[in-house]
């Protein structure tokens, strides 16, 4: 296995995790430390992001729903965030595990984005086809977490938050983040690759 991913909504409605008493997210977590891409709900577009995103950067992914704030911020919020996200090799980072229902069961990982040596990060998307790359580079203002369901959410500051957006629909909604600005590293993948990359 080299990379994963589960359908997670569709898992839930099966009512298999209710009967057996887990979530995947910490799966994910675990699974993207070590290397390997781990995509939530079965987003292949997303993964196809996130992996080449962290083999770029050599670091993991954090992948999310963004939303709109205001014209310079969107958040991103999942529960899948990972303890080496300033690069594999480096200390793992302090992390509170947090039950991702209300009943109380099923874990999730939740972490400080203080902890990161960037502020700055790099966020990004495979369109439908698999052809184009859409990226956006922001810096994270603050985090927040909630006792259930998806977060942290990170707050990000970008430049026209709703052209970004708007731009988002020709590709998908789920976006694979990292740490640090790679988009330059990117685009020299995206020469070898032979891919576009779109800049939001």
Same mark, same amino acid.
């Given at each position: ?88 090799? =480096?200390? @793992?980072?302090?992390? &509170?595990? !947090?039950?991702? #229902? ?6 999730? +990982? *939740?972490? %400080? ?23 956006? =580079?922001? @810096?994270?203002?603050? &985090?927040? !977490?909630?006792? #259930? ?6 707050? +990000? *500051?970008? %430049? ?41």
């Amino acid at each position: 296995c080299n990379a994963f991913s589960t359908a997670c909504v569709e898992l839930c409605k099966s009512r298999i995790p209710q009967e057996r008493k887990f979530v995947p997210c910490i799966t994910h977590t675990l699974l993207k430390d070590e290397g390997i891409p781990s995509a939530c709900e079965e987003d292949l577009n997303a993964l196809m992001a996130m992996t080449v995103m962290m083999y770029t950067a050599h670091r993991p992914a954090f992948m999310g729903n963004p939303l709109y704030e205001t014209d310079e911020m969107i958040s991103i919020h999942h529960c899948v965030p990972c303890l080496y996200m300033n690069g594999f090799g =480096t200390d @793992k980072l302090d992390y &509170s595990i !947090y039950a991702f #229902t209300g009943q109380g069961f099923g874990g999730k +990982i *939740q972490i %400080d984005f203080a902890q990161n040596e960037s502020r700055e990060v790099t966020i990004g998307r495979f369109d439908p086809f698999g052809k184009k790359l859409l990226l956006k =580079t922001g @810096k994270v203002l603050s &985090s927040k !977490y909630t006792e #259930t369901y998806c977060s942290p959410y990170y707050y +990000i *500051q970008v %430049d026209d938050s709703q052209k970004y957006l708007q731009e988002m629909m020709n590709f998908g909604h789920h976006q694979a983040l990292i740490f640090g600005n790679y988009t330059e590293m990117l685009k020299k993948a995206a020469a070898i690759m032979k891919f576009e990359i779109v800049e939001g």
